[in-house]
């Protein structure tokens, strides 16, 4: 009984243990002159590695540590992958935002077997921003103490029993299965688009799938919540064979006489 308690409290723990990438600079706290914005990360350690994601995309955000408390106020890398390296140096704008301390902290949104794994780093001013903060990275800010970013969200989904962690089977059962109200993330996941039939057979149309929430997205919001949406590949098998008819002869001089004199006048 206490063996299976200890397995349970494991379970309930470990989603929320993945944190792929560590920022390592900027540090904690760092005070940062000038518009160029140095970046180094490595692998934190816990699974999954960086090995295993495909992909990320980096933004710059500011505000409090809660999702309805700050915002992404700059895209620094839309698609980029961690085979190229593991730093860059971004030029930033001065008036993307204000000279608060600890107010900024970098946002990864890594793409992954089964879905995507967001990380955070930690907080550090930027003394050489000139801009202003909307209200609501303001009032997020209000509520921040101390140099911790938000904490990491893990949204991969376990595979089923018995598949692979890293088959691709796990990663359609897994992220292209999940209803897409209920994704979190910039990176969205969508099923395979079925295949047409040979002849319409329904009389009344119906959806597939639910419908979602439908609001005009405007510019001064920020981000959106939702970058891109992969859809799973269509397969899809045919079969073909030599058609078994003899191919018509060449007309004679008869023939082609008679065709003729039909556009005599």
Known sequence: MILRSIYLLAAAILPFTYADVQVVAPEAGDSITGLNLQIQWKDSGNSPPISQLANYQLFLCAGGNDESDYIPIATLVQEGTYTTGDSITITLQPGTGADVPNAYF??????????????????????????????????????????????????????????????????????????????????????????????????NASPLWPTSAYTVYQTIAGTPNAITTNTLPLTFTVSSRENPVAAAGQPTDAAMQKFLKRWMD
């Open 106 to 203: 970098l946002k990864f949104v890594s793409a992954a077997t089964g879905g995507t794994v967001i990380n955070f780093s930690d907080r550090f001013s930027l003394k050489s921003m000139t801009g202003t903060f909307p209200a609501v990275v303001q009032q997020g800010l209000r509520t921040v103490t101390g140099t911790a970013g938000p904490a990491d969200v893990n949204n991969i989904q376990a595979p089923q029993a018995g598949a692979g962690q890293n088959t691709p089977s796990s990663a359609g059962e897994g992220a292209y299965s999940t209803p897409y109200t209920m994704q979190t993330g910039t990176i969205r996941y969508a099923p395979m688009p079925p295949m047409a039939q040979t002849k319409i057979t329904a009389k």
